[in-house]
């Protein structure tokens, strides 16, 4: 899933107040997940953002909603007769969710409310891990199910590095050495001579380094 | 002999090689990079200008060791996979050559977050092995990534670094083999403090068939103070100071500090010279380079070969 974190309040009136009306949309997927942006969370978003503009005697149209998926246009339409009676939407979708609302309503301004981090899973109740950048060419089967590009933080594909210590990365105690988990699951699988040969550069022209990337499948279009 | 490298002719002589490391200035100020590297004409067999070491922003490795190159020092290129994308250091390899250095030792570097630009994309295109492969091929197949033919293939005499002393402990030495099977000619290791386990990953690479096919220069850091080995002890990734070397220098008087320091710097290259394998030592005093004579005197290591 993706997993995004909400933004201050302070950042998200900077933006917002010259609007004299605003429809605060949440999705109740990833971001749901995260408890970053479902529908929990719009209706608090929604209650901060009346409160701070009351501190300052100000008092704009705040309504709500919350899409099943803010990515899909299907789910999307589900607001079409809110849109019009507001000057702008405050997005709690991810970075995709924002952008497919302003694809569908080309004349509102779409605010993001989050700052989206990355893919990952959810750990353990409140705690999220990235584990996936999207690189296009997945080779976990060669690693233990432990991914180098995204687990170590200098995407060593013949790693580990100088800097780890006690299973935890240098750039921070925090961080697990993800050439550690490699290798210790490796271990445990009987499967370490998979780390014996040398590993060529990665062809990162799969990834965003080839630019935005699409998908196109024509079994699947209408 | 694969190079015109000096370095290359005093390990294949069979020589005892000693090098040393030069920090350049954070800035474009020559005078400071003249007066460290005084200190070391003649007295070392290379010197090794690191590049952006802890991700601080400082002199280009290639033209501090340009300038190198013209007092007379054989230079050993740093380079780090962090800052620069294959293209940037394929080029960069291309210019070094052509600016006359032989030697260049490959890097993945300390992560950007270390540094004075810690907003900064941490690159990370390539990896120190890849990097390894990158410039063997370069000068044994005369091509670049992907096997594109050039014209004028750098010759450089290759180097790795290893961590004996990091996790996975018995990882090491395999790592060591894949540097080896990538291509690597020497290997500078970490700042050896704990020599028992210095000697263990030693043997280990000796057991291996490593040490007749890559030449080990053991890293040799002179103590300054207490103060700076417990920073170093607890502060600096990768390092290993045992305990009874924190109480040693933290046992004498502070302005007598220093000189402990040397002095266990120099008994450290005696030990480390009776390992078998040890084909040298790079000696990294750092921000102390005019301590190099004093300690290579001291070690019996100041007369050095003609080759």
Known sequence: MIVAERKSIAEIRSLVDRYASILVVGCDSCVAECAAGGHRETQLLAAALKLSFHKDGKSPIISEACLDRQCVDDFIEGIAHQVPEHEAILSLGCGAGVQALARVYTTTPIIPALDTLFIGETEMRGVWQENCLGCGQCKLGYFGAVCPVTRCSKKLMNGPCGGSKDGRCEVNPEIRCGWQMIIDRLTSLGELDRLAEYVPPVDWSRSHSGGPRRVVREDQKP | ?307
């Open chain 2, 1 to 307: 002999m694969n190079t015109e490298s000096k370095l290359e002719k005093v390990l294949a002589a069979g020589h005892f090689a000693v090098t040393a490391e030069c920090g350049p200035p954070k800035g474009s100020d020559v005078s400071v990079l003249e007066r460290k590297a005084a200190h070391l004409v003649g007295r070392v067999d290379a010197v090794n200008v690191t590049d952006n070491q802890t991700a601080i922003v400082r002199m280009s490795s290639i033209a501090a060791c340009s300038i190198l190159k013209g007092m007379g020092i054989e230079p050993v290129v740093q380079m780090v996979t962090r800052d620069r994308n294959r293209i940037a250091l394929q080029s960069d390899l291309f210019g070094a050559y052509a600016l006359g250095l032989r030697n260049v030792l490959c890097l993945t570097g300390d992560h950007h977050s270390f540094g004075n630009q810690k907003a900064a994309v941490g690159v990370f295109d390539l990896d120190s092995i890849q990097l390894v492969r990158t410039v063997r091929d370069m000068r044994d197949k005369g091509t670049i990534i992907d096997g594109e033919a050039i014209q004028g293939a750098p010759k450089m005499f290759i180097g790795a670094a290893e961590n004996p002393f990091a996790d996975p402990v018995a990882w090491r030495v395999t790592r060591l083999a894949k540097k080896v099977a990538a291509g690597v000619d020497f290997i500078q290791t970490q700042c050896v403090f704990n020599v028992d386990r210095f000697e263990e990953f030693m043997l280990q690479a000796h057991n291996a068939g490593l040490t007749d096919k890559v030449s080990v220069l053991a890293g040799v850091t002179p103590l300054k103070s207490a103060a700076m080995a417990r920073y170093m002890a607890t502060k600096v990734a990768g390092m290993d100071i045992p305990e009874e070397l924190l109480k040693r220098i933290s046992g004498v008087p502070k302005e007598k500090q220093a000189q402990e320091g040397i002095t266990i710097a120099v008994e450290t290259i005696q030990r480390v010279r009776k390992i078998p394998g040890v084909a040298g030592i790079h000696l990294m005093a750092i921000e102390w380079e005019e301590k190099v004579p004093e300690i290579l005197e001291s070690a019996g290591l100041a007369q050095r070969p003609q080759v």
